[in-house]
């Protein structure tokens, strides 16, 4: 399907909902923009079939979703899109420019509940020691690991991070999180001194004089942003032979899941995170048991 722009009405539909979405949940600029990026599709597609968003009928997101699967999509990302679109119109519904919800009979496809993925004890060590620390960017760099390691921070809260945020001395670090909660999260000693380093030595080198609020900062002076730290991690794990699969929250993963192999509550684990609900946080219990019975086979003589 072609990126064909939008007419000034079906754009003022979309902008309307998403300034009361932010308004009543103040969602991240990353969640809106993939509300807008779902709708936008959405409006494409019905604009051959001689229909706009607010004209748009049950039988016609039922042909868009099946289309979609046919394409390759999976049931996760049919049940995202499905969500955005509900959420849509159960807005058009409750301001009355709509009196039938076209996604109200509609049933999410079924999910499984996939395992998020975590290195080792082994593999994050060899990660953190991939930076070179001789280097201003390598000392950035290996801060921005051993924090993110350390506190299981979301790669977007990491790279949100400004100076005034950062407690030293007390080592913890105040987090905004997603719906702008706030949160007090510890870092440990090793951290700490790997950051107190970074900030003496590498940040004033980065900077070249200038003036800057974020914690995390580039060779230009300017902020880091989540898909350069990305491309780090990726540049970092191929030079420490790591072979697993990494996403963006890998390091997240891991920190939980190596908390809970070494004894931490579940609610702890679930504060440090910042997951508003406890079953969020319960799918981590799930891969330190699977690591426990690996271990168990390996080692135990009837394992």
Do not use: C
Not at 90 to 109: H, M, T
Not at 145 to 152: C, Q
Not at 231 to 248: F, N, T, W
Not at 276 to 296: C, D, F, G, P, W
Request: hydrophobic share 40%.
């Amino acid at each position: 399907m072609t990126d064909e722009a939008l007419s000034g009405e079906q754009q003022a539909v979309i902008d309307g909902f998403l300034d009361a979405l932010w308004m009543e949940n103040g969602l991240s600029g990353n969640t809106l923009a993939a509300y807008r990026a779902d709708l936008k599709g959405w409006a494409q597609w019905l604009r051959p079939q001689g229909r706009e968003l607010l004209a748009a009928r049950r039988e016609d997101l039922l042909a868009y979703l099946a289309q979609r699967v046919n394409g390759g999509a999976q049931p996760r990302s049919s049940a995202r899109l499905l969500s955005s679109l509900r959420r849509f119109y159960q807005y058009q519904v409750r301001e009355r420019r709509l009196s039938v919800d076209p996604s109200a009979l509609i049933d999410a496809p079924k999910l499984g509940r996939p395992l998020p993925k975590a290195l080792t004890e082994a593999e994050v060590e060899a990660l953190l020691h991939g930076p070179d620390i001789n280097a201003a960017l390598g000392l950035r760099d290996r801060a921005m690991l051993e924090l993110l390691y350390a506190s299981g921070l979301r790669v977007s809260e990491l790279v949100g991070v400004e100076v005034t945020q950062l407690n030293l001395r007390q080592g913890v670090v105040r987090v905004v999180g997603k719906g702008s909660k706030e949160r007090l999260v510890p870092m440990g000693d090793e951290a700490a001194s790997w950051l107190e380093r970074y900030l003496r030595e590498a940040r004033p080198a980065l900077l070249h004089g200038a003036q800057s609020n974020a914690l995390f900062v580039t060779q230009r002076g300017g902020a880091m942003t989540r898909q350069a730290f990305w491309y780090l991690i990726k540049r970092y794990a191929l030079r420490a032979g790591v072979r697993a699969s990494l996403s963006p929250h890998t390091l997240r993963h891991s920190f939980a899941t190596h908390l809970l192999n070494h004894g931490a509550d579940l609610r702890v684990v679930q504060m440090l995170l910042g997951h508003h609900n406890l079953s969020t946080t319960q799918i981590y219990t799930h891969v330190a048991r699977e690591r426990l019975k690996s271990v168990h086979a390996a080692h135990h003589p009837r394992g």
